[in-house]
Structures are given as C-alpha cells and as structure tokens.
C-alpha cells in the first residue's frame, strides 16, 4: 500500500525500562531498612520494563484461562489451563521470592525487599500476583496449626515454582489459596453455611458451596466452614496424603471486568477431606491473618497500578506535541501529571511503611503492631478508592489513544477497581477502622504518635490532625460518616509521611491540595505555585 504522508508526533512504547527506578519507591526501601536489596529489586524492574516480559502480561490478559471439568473419556478432572506466559510470570516471581519467601528469610527488612519487588513487578500482569500474594499470607495462618506449618511451610517458602497436580509434600514448592465467601454473605461469611463434619482420624469432611475462590489450581487452601464448635478454618489440599484427587469441583470461572489472567472459581466441596487450623469457632481469628497479609497487598497493588498509569500518562506527555509544545509543557496538562504524581507518591509512601510495619511487628515489635492494625485498615480503604479515580484520569491524558487496548491503559482501567473490592470493600474496611479504635485503643495512640512525627513542620497538616481528632471524640452516627473519618485519617498519615520523607516540593503540594483546601474535585485542580517540575520527574523516572 502507498504511503499517503508521512506519520510523525507518535509517541515510543514504554519498555526496555528500569520500573524499579521511581525514587520515592527507592527511598522507602532505604528508609525501611531493605536496602541492601536495592540490586535485586534494579533485576526485577529491569525484567518487568523488558518488551518480552510486558508481551507475556499482554498476552496471559488477552487469553484468559479456560476450565475443563472432564477429560475425553468423561472423567471428572477440574483443570484450569494457562498459557505458557503466566507460568512464566509466575516462574519469575517465585524466583525473586515475591511469594512467602520473607517467611524463611532472618534478614530484618526482608518483608519490605518483598514489597517493594511485588510493587515493581506489579506492572507486568496484576492477575498472576493475586496467588502470588495468597502464598504470601498464607503463613501465618498456618502456624495456627504446628504440625501443618512443620510440613509446609518450607514449600510454601522455597523459590521453586512447581505447577502440577500432585500430591503437596512431593513438591519442590507450593502456591497456596483461600476459599471463604458464599452466595448468602459474601464479605460477612459468618453467614456460611458449608459444613465440616469431624471424622474418626481427625480429619473433616467438608460439604458446600464457595462462590469466590481465585486461582484454583493452588496446591493447598485454607478453607472456612461451620463445625460443631462454630465457624472454623481448615487446610484442604487438591491431592490427598494418598495420591488421591480431593473431591474440589470447579463449577465455573468468572467471567470478570479485569484480572482476566487469573481463573477465579465457584467450587463445590463435594465430601473434600480438611484438616483443622486453630481451634474450632475460630475459624476468622485464624484466617483473619491471612486477610490481613492480602490487605497489605491490596494497598501496595494498587499503589503498583497507579505508579503505572502515570508513568504511561507522564511518558505520553514528554513525546506528544499539541498547539505547538509538548504536552508536559502545556499548564493544564502540568498541572494533572502533577496531581497523578502526588496521589502515587503518597500512596507509595504509606505502602512502604506499612512494609516497614510488618517486617518490624512480625520480629515482635508491638507498637508497630499496633500502629500497623489501624494504619492497614485506613490505607487499604482510601488507597484502593483512588486507583480507579486515577487511572481514569491517565487514560484521558492519552486522549482517545488511551481508550484503545493497544495502549495498554485500557487493562489498568480494568483492574483498577478490584483491589477495593478484594479483602473487604469499602464499608468493610472503613467499619474494621472504627472497630479497631474501639477494641484496640492503643493502637489509636500508636497511629497518632506516627503522625505525630511530623508535628509543627506544617501547619496545614497540624490543623487536620486536630480536626480528624475532634472527628473521633464526636460518637455519634459515627459509623455513619466512617468513610468521612477514615479518608481524614488516611490523609493525615499521607500528609504526616510525605512532610517528613518527600521532597519539599511533594510535601508541600499534598499539603496544599489534600489539606488546605484548595483543591477541586478533579485532578489537575492544584494551587498556583506548585513545582510541577519537580512532581513530574520524580513520577516519570524509569
């Protein structure tokens, strides 16, 4: 075909790029105590920027994965295929330890290294981390029983990515789930109504319905049921001790808005053998810490997914001319890139801290344990709100080019609503906040006396810690304005972190916006006077 003119002010695909090279993600690894894993986390960000690595989150997005429930000859076998690419991703992970890997690691700040290489490789494939993550929390649950955490918890940490129907204790390493909502609850599952019936050798029998349950080719789950005692939770295996397939039957997938590349289930649970973890009518005391390593990820996810749209948005700009400049020089257009990149330092800075926490309270600190309940309620809330805001907003900066799949923004769109949903939705979390305050007043005081680092540097801040104290004193309706209080809590610790770690020019634009007052509704309705220069290469750094 002849060329009828030449095509010119497109703009270069974003690859072949370091994505571990966002300083504010570089300073928190240092500022939590991880930064002798600077190099490896420089590997993975290299790895996720390369071409063939952002082809394999492509392509596992595009092709979902497909069910077969019975083989040729009409065999039960409940089989979820994958490309070839999602192993790969996962292959990969695995290998840089961003599953349960700090379990097995004594080095102090090995949960935050993980964070932050779950952060960077984040913008390959958000699908592949959800049993990445599931892993990962799976733990501590787990230790509820010794004899099971004896026997797994090796495999659960071994960096060997070995993806097969076998049975778990055979296997170089292991991919863990979780199975808890039904169609009469949901997020409340002491609603549930799948049973567990105790058998003679100390196992139970479990019979029911999950309506949810994602990556259903795990090797094990931790399963909540109703015994005798109440609701309890257990350890169920796809394969038997014996070499037996248990009884998991994969009723269908879900055909979802986004995290294609990750088989979420409905599964009957047709007699499946369980084992206890914890004691009976514990069942969400003991998966409660597994939900809470999920949470975790929940808020560093979404922090992932916004460092991603607006990079793409800050990297269009810089190539993209319109009415005679670049996009990044036009005012208006400064003026939202700058906006994005406040709203993702600040969500990355509180998703490192909260790394920061973990790592700390797990090695048995208890005022970053406090600090960590009501800060992780707080931030998985007001974090995972704004990932779908922002990254309708990044779609835009691209104009209709953003609105094609080519583009790859479409695919953050997607996902960007589900991590809000995951681990509790909005009210959940911001109810969990209130709840913790009530049953857990020292951890009130432990968040506060973070926040209160930052005390006299700014007064604008200083004024919103009063006014969000004032907020608590007043009970009443007080679950009624939960969601008010919590995004005024969310806000100050943001605030609190980014005046005493960010840049000047980043401090004082959250401030100035979030704080002060003077801010719209939209983004891109900040103050005169903020350095948007500053903002946009802190954000476009790659």
């Not at 659960?156 to 039904?182: C, H, I, N, Q, W």
């Not at 050798?201 to 795990?218: C, L, N, Q, R």
């Not at 038997?240 to 997938?253: A, I, Y």
């Amino acid at each position: 075909m002849t060329a009828t003119h030449e095509v010119t002010n497109q703009v270069p695909p974003l690859i072949d790029t370091d994505l571990a090279a966002y300083p504010p993600l570089l300073e928190g690894l240092e500022r939590e105590g991880a930064a002798w894993a600077e190099p490896e986390l420089r590997e993975v960000g290299r790895l996720a920027g390369s071409a063939q690595v952002q082809d394999w989150g492509r392509l596992v997005e595009e092709h979902p994965p497909v069910l077969r429930t019975h083989d040729r000859y009409g065999h039960r076998i409940d089989e979820v295929e994958f490309l070839p690419q999602y192993h790969d991703l996962m292959r990969t992970a695995v290998e840089h330890g961003l599953h349960a890997a700090p379990w097995a690691d004594p080095a102090e700040g090995a949960h935050v290294a993980r964070a932050a290489k779950f952060f960077t490789w984040s913008l390959t494939d958000p699908g592949h981390t959800c049993p990445v993550s599931m892993t990962y929390a799976v733990v501590p649950a787990l230790r509820a029983n010794a004899e099971l955490a004896a026997t797994y918890e090796p495999l659960l940490t071994s960096r060997d990515y070995d993806f097969g129907l076998r049975e778990p204790s055979t296997k170089r390493g292991l991919v863990a789930g979780m199975s808890m909502t039904e169609k009469q609850g949901g997020s409340d599952v002491r609603a549930n109504a799948t049973t567990a019936t105790a058998l003679a050798d100390g196992s139970y029998e479990i019979v029911g319905h999950k309506w949810f349950t994602s990556a259903p080719m795990s090797d094990l789950f931790l399963v909540l049921a109703q015994a005798p005692g109440g609701l309890s939770c257990f350890f169920v295996p796809r394969v038997l001790p014996d070499g037996s397939r248990n009884p998991l039957r994969l009723q269908r997938l879900k055909s979802k808005l986004g995290n294609r590349s990750n088989a979420s289930a409905e599964v009957e649970y047709d007699h499946a053998r369980g084992w206890l973890v914890g004691e009976e009518g514990r069942g969400v005391p003991t998966i409660i810490e597994m939900v809470n390593m999920t949470r975790l990820d929940c808020t560093i996810g979404s922090a992932a997914l916004m460092r991603h749209a607006t990079l793409q948005a800050v990297h269009h700009a810089r190539h993209r001319r319109a009415f005679g400049a670049l996009l990044v020089d036009q005012p208006a257009m400064a003026n939202v890139l700058s906006d994005l990149a406040v709203e993702t330092e600040a969500a990355t800075a509180v998703s490192m801290r909260l790394a920061g926490a973990t790592d700390r309270a797990v090695r048995g600190d208890s005022a970053e344990a406090g600090f960590r309940r009501i800060a992780l309620a707080v931030s998985k809330y007001w974090t995972c709100k704004r990932a779908p805001v922002l990254a309708a907003e990044a779609l835009e900066c691209l104009g209709g080019n953003g609105y094609v799949e080519e583009s790859g923004m479409p695919r953050i769109y997607r996902e960007a609503p589900l991590s809000s949903i995951w681990e509790g939705s909005g009210n959940v979390a911001a109810l969990d906040t209130l709840r913790a305050m009530a049953r857990q007043p020292e951890s009130v005081e432990a968040f506060f006396a973070e926040v209160g680092l930052a005390a006299g540097a700014d007064a604008r801040l200083d004024d919103a810690v009063a006014r969000v104290q004032k907020e608590l004193a007043d009970l009443d309706a007080i679950e009624y304005r939960a969601r008010h209080v919590v995004e005024q809590l969310a806000l100050v610790l943001q605030g609190s972190l980014l005046v005493r770690h960010a840049p000047t020019a980043v401090a004082d634009a959250f401030c100035a916006s979030r704080l002060g007052g003077d801010w719209g509704v939209a983004f891109g309705t900040l103050p005169v006077g903020v350095d948007t220069a500053t903002l946009i290469d802190r954000a476009g750094a790659s």
